[in-house]
């Protein structure tokens, strides 16, 4: 994992400019960060967010307020946290955790073992939690040699104050503001606009070197793009058009590993689309390529799995080519032409289009496609079309942990996925159904303003703010 | 607004506990790659060995071989007896050529050796297609079987099977020696993975040059300050697997430190021995002392006593180890810099800009940079130290002079920069990292100070990853430079010195 995570990094690098030159190594304290998010947070609740986009953004929030027992490092590999050992028995099935001392809340207060037992009991079901001083022992019910990569991404399980947080943001009213032991500390929160955090000069971990960051959210690509060109903004999400644009103009851009699945995806309940051969031939009436060489502007790679290559190693064994004579035969043997309607989400940009691009493909096809925005609220309501685009994040660090991330999203089958054949044959099957059409695999695109020095980030995309310096910035 | 789904929370939960009992994930990998390739992964206490490994390590080639055994044995499973197969192998892993060449032939070898009937492509029965990729992971072997028989009679549509095998990544740490430029003389002296802070020679390990190289029939020790402690390690040699003898470094113990207070993230530190086999770490806001005989023990308390600036063994013991050493710099206990305090030989104290390093100009040195100097008498207020290079806080280096004066700016430097007495040319230079990220790989470069203006008396020196630290070693003619190289995100310490030979 380790070589590959270098590979994929020195990839990464490749499509970045070089990082500009005139900064010294050793890092430097002070400044404020300015970062700029295209969510619009309306909550601090992951599990709460409609838009789950939005959610990402908030767990993004979450890592730079909040600690774990256990994180993961660029590699994916486990690390100590909160806990600072483990062990388990032969079985992975019950597990001790000895706690690290000296921790503090940010408001200055100690970290009991006792808090950190409430912070993770009751959220995982089969998980049970008891302390022995300052040891946390886990009894997972059953073998769980998974465990560590569960307590270092489970949103559910991190560390916080129980009394404080959530509510007042929702309503977006003054109030008690989270409080963590986590690298920085929540100090401003304007829902929807704008959440301000400070550096946590006691952080166990050692201090940020940033004194603050300031997040805007809300941002259109093109705007922030404008921003990052002003000098406005230092780190912001970026659609592909403005990516590839700031790119030729020699900003540094940040690729992470493909996170997000661009799919369709048809409504199981749909008259219209229960012939397997009306699926089938749109599926291969598809022009993959084109969709990653135009609207993705080269970003990404087009996808025949659920899984990208860089979690499973067995991507390429899906077909992605379009094979329109074998589509065109399909429609011939269905007979009535098929007018389908494809809905997607209003506010992206990328949906649209992508269906728009597939509906020009099913016509050469012989099958109609009607491109219809999708109402707000739509995913809560009963599908209103035969099939819509959809986004599909996946981000996870190794192959289990994508599986379990959308086991539930795209009702894939669960699997053991430390036998190859086995995930890949739970894959083909699912791909089979063709209860979902892979398109492409997308990476998560950042611009990077020149002040910025020592950014990291691991292949799936976590930001470590707490590592970046500001060049230029004094003491 | 994008609509990018992740698992519903509320639903997370069960379906975790379910899929925990199904999925296993990065703690169970090594022990399933274990059942093909038990010998391919390198544990992180196996990095710590000498340069100039084999290229790759013996262990690496017995992991390919056996997970080629694995796979030729599940391809001949989807083969009828008797049939013969052509093999094409293609590599979309991170595999160099002359590693695919080797598992081709190992794959080759255990169809052969497993009663496979090999041939060429027309005349095969069966097309063997493996790929070699990868994941997140570690490689996956990936082998599909087309048999012409089973397409001609079930049809183009005939599912192909697949089979894999998992095969662990090993560290490619040490497949790239180390090269040597004319001017800088790079030397690796050790690895881990684990960070490091400083090391200190105890007896000089046979790959460096032999000064004080170790008595007979001793063996080279090291002290490591890391994190979260200091180890002592010993070098030795032992056979490898043909029975050729290497020298490796084996830790002998180790003393736990622990942490006073929370350090600052770029932590750093120093570690200097005395003669009488105590030693002392300097860490922000902690001094610890140590004694290497008869146990490795070390003694950590809050200080803010003054870190040595030079090189070079420190006498007394530990209550006046500060005293007669050279000037030493406070450092700042939540930052990563020198406030700019400097204790004097004399107990004076002087003030200056804070910095990230230091480094003190000998007479000539000074001389030749154009620095007033006053031989036989030093001024009031001066610092018996004809002159200073100090790297800033603002990404600059700056000339100072006796009295602590900034006379010049030198820009284009990185923060590490360490002075050597090398004989060579003005006698004297200054090593320079390069201004670079630390995300990219460094490179340092020789300079000589014309007056006040820096001249590059070397081609720079690349390294694999950005430089940490830069600490003269003790008679000042020798550095000791830390850096993290970005490939195999070991730690690795290097000893530098100038070399007349150009």
């Known amino acids: ?475 | 607004m994008r609509f990018s789904r992740r698992i519903p929370f509320s639903l997370g939960a069960p379906i975790l506990a379910l899929v925990l009992l199904l999925s296993a994930t990065v703690s169970l990998t090594p022990t399933v790659a274990a059942q093909t390739s038990n010998a391919a992964a390198a544990p992180p206490g196996a990095a710590i060995q000498n340069q100039g490994a084999a290229s790759p390590s013996p262990t690496a080639e017995e992991a390919w071989n056996e997970a080629a055994g694995a796979l030729a044995a599940k391809i001949l499973e989807h083969m009828t007896s008797g049939k013969t197969l052509a093999l094409t192998v293609r590599n979309i892993s991170s595999l160099g050529d002359d590693d695919v060449l080797k598992v081709r032939r190992a794959l080759r070898t255990q169809l052969r050796s497993q009663k496979a009937r090999l041939t060429t492509s027309k005349q095969a029965k069966v097309d063997v297609q493996v790929t070699l990729s990868e994941n997140t992971e570690g490689y996956l072997w990936i082998a599909e079987i087309r048999d012409h028989s089973s397409l001609s009679a079930l049809g183009e549509d005939a599912a192909t099977p697949v089979v894999m095998v998992w095969v662990t990544r090993a560290s490619p740490g040490e497949r790239c020696p180390t090269s040597e430029p004319l001017s800088i003389r790079k030397i690796r002296i050790f690895q881990q993975s684990d960070p490091m802070l400083d090391i200190a020679l105890l007896d000089n390990p046979t790959v460096g040059a032999a000064k004080s190289p170790a008595p007979a029939g001793a063996a080279a020790r090291i002290l490591v300050l890391g994190l979260d402690g200091v180890s002592l390690y010993e070098q030795a040699e032992t056979p490898d697997t043909d029975g050729k003898s290497v020298r490796q470094w084996r830790p002998k113990q180790s003393a736990p430190l622990t942490r006073l207070r929370p350090w600052p993230r770029d932590a750093r530190g120093r570690i200097m021995v005395r003669p009488d086999s105590l030693f002392d770490a300097y860490l922000p806001g902690t001094k610890c002392t140590g004694a290497l005989e008869p146990v490795l023990t070390l003694e950590c308390h809050e200080s803010d006593e003054p870190w040595p600036l030079v090189g070079g063994e420190r006498e007394g013991n530990s209550a006046n180890s500060g005293a007669g050493v050279g000037p030493a710099g406070y450092f700042s206990a939540d930052r990563n810099f020198f406030d700019g305090r400097v204790k004097l030989d004399d107990d004076g104290e002087m003030k200056m800009p804070p910095f990230l390093a230091a480094v003190i100009m000998p007479l000539n040195a000074a001389t030749h940079a154009g620095l007033p100097t006053l031989p036989g008498r030093v001024p009031p207020g001066a610092t018996g130290v004809p002159g200073w290079v100090l790297s800033g806080l603002d990404g600059r280096a700056q000339l100072l002079n006796s009295n602590a004066k900034p006379v010049a700016d030198i820009g284009g430097w990185g923060s590490q920069i360490v002075g050597l007495q090398s004989g060579c040319g003005a006698g004297w230079q200054v090593l320079a990292s390069q201004a670079r990220d630390l995300n990219e790989a460094d490179a340092v470069q020789a300079y000589e100070i014309v007056n006040r203006k820096p001249v590059p008396v070397s081609t720079p020196i690349e390294f694999a990853g950005p430089i940490i630290e830069l600490w003269p070693l003790a008679d000042g003619s020798e550095a000791i430079a830390i850096s993290r190289n970005l490939q195999t995100e070991a730690y690795e310490a290097f000893r530098l010195s100038v070399s007349c030979g150009q």
């Not at chain 1, 009991?112 to 022992?137: I, K, N, W």
């Not at chain 1, 700031?246 to 048809?266: D, H, M, N, Y």
């Not at chain 1, 051969?277 to 996808?303: F, P, T």
């Not at chain 1, 390429?316 to 032409?337: C, K, S, Y």
């Open chain 1, 1 to 475: 994992m380790r070589h590959f995570a270098c590979r994929f990094l020195a990839v990464s690098s490749a499509a970045c400019l070089a990082l500009a030159a005139g900064a010294a190594t050793r890092p430097r304290y002070g400044g404020t960060l300015r970062v700029e998010i295209q969510a619009k947070l309306s909550t601090f609740d992951p599990a709460e967010s409609l838009d789950v986009a939005e959610a990402e953004a908030v767990l993004k929030l979450h890592a730079l307020i909040y600690d774990r027992l256990v994180r993961l490092d660029p590699e994916g590999q486990p690390q100590p946290a909160i806990a600072l050992s483990w062990e388990h028995d032969a079985q992975a099935s019950k597990w001790r955790f000895k706690l690290r001392p000296g921790v503090k809340w940010q408001d200055g207060a100690p970290l009991t073992p006792e808090e950190v037992m409430t912070a993770l009991e009751g959220h995982v079901a089969g998980l049970s939690v008891r302390l022995a001083g300052d040891v946390l022992e886990v009894d997972a019910g059953g073998p769980s040699p998974g465990l560590l990569t569960t307590l270092a991404t489970d949103a559910s399980l991190t560390i916080r104050r129980s009394e404080a947080g959530t509510p007042p943001l929702q309503g977006g009213s003054p109030g008690a503001l989270p409080i963590g032991t986590g690298p920085f500390r929540l100090t401003n929160w304007e829902s929807g606009r704008r959440a301000v955090l400070q550096a946590n000069e006691d952080y166990w971990d050692g201090r940020p070197f940033v004194d603050s960051i300031e997040i805007q959210m809300g941002r259109a690509s093109r705007d922030e793009l404008l921003d990052l060109e002003l000098g406005k903004a230092d780190v912001v999400e970026l659609d592909p058009a403005e990516a590839r644009r700031a790119q030729q103009e020699g900003k540094k851009i940040w690729t992470s590993a493909p996170v997000e699945l661009l799919c369709l995806r048809f409504g199981p309940n749909r008259p219209a689309v229960q012939d397997r051969r009306v699926r089938l031939a749109l599926a291969e009436s598809i022009d993959r390529a084109a969709i990653q060489k135009v609207l993705l502007q080269n970003y990404g790679d087009v996808a025949g799995s659920i899984f990208p290559q860089w979690l499973s190693g067995y991507s390429f064994l899906f077909p992605t080519a379009m094979n329109l004579d074998h589509a065109r035969q399909l429609r011939g043997e269905i007979g009535v032409a098929p007018a389908l309607k494809v809905g997607y989400d209003p506010g992206d940009t990328l949906a649209r289009q992508t269906a728009e691009r597939v509906a020009v493909n099913a016509r050469d096809a012989g099958i109609t496609l009607q491109v219809l925005p999708l109402p707000d609220g739509w995913r809560r309501m009963p599908e209103e079309t035969d099939l819509r685009v959809e986004r599909v994040r996946i981000d996870e660090s190794n192959l289990a942990g994508a599986a379990r991330q959308i086991v539930d999203i795209l009702r894939i089958p669960a699997t053991a996925q430390d036998i190859p054949e086995h995930a890949y044959a739970a894959e083909r099957q699912f791909v089979d159904s063709l209860a979902v059409i892979p398109l492409i695999h997308i990476p998560e695109l950042l611009g990077i303003g020149p002040r910025v020095m020592d950014w990291s980030a691991p292949p799936w995309g976590a930001w470590h703010l707490e590592s970046v310096s500001l060049e230029g910035e004094k003491p």
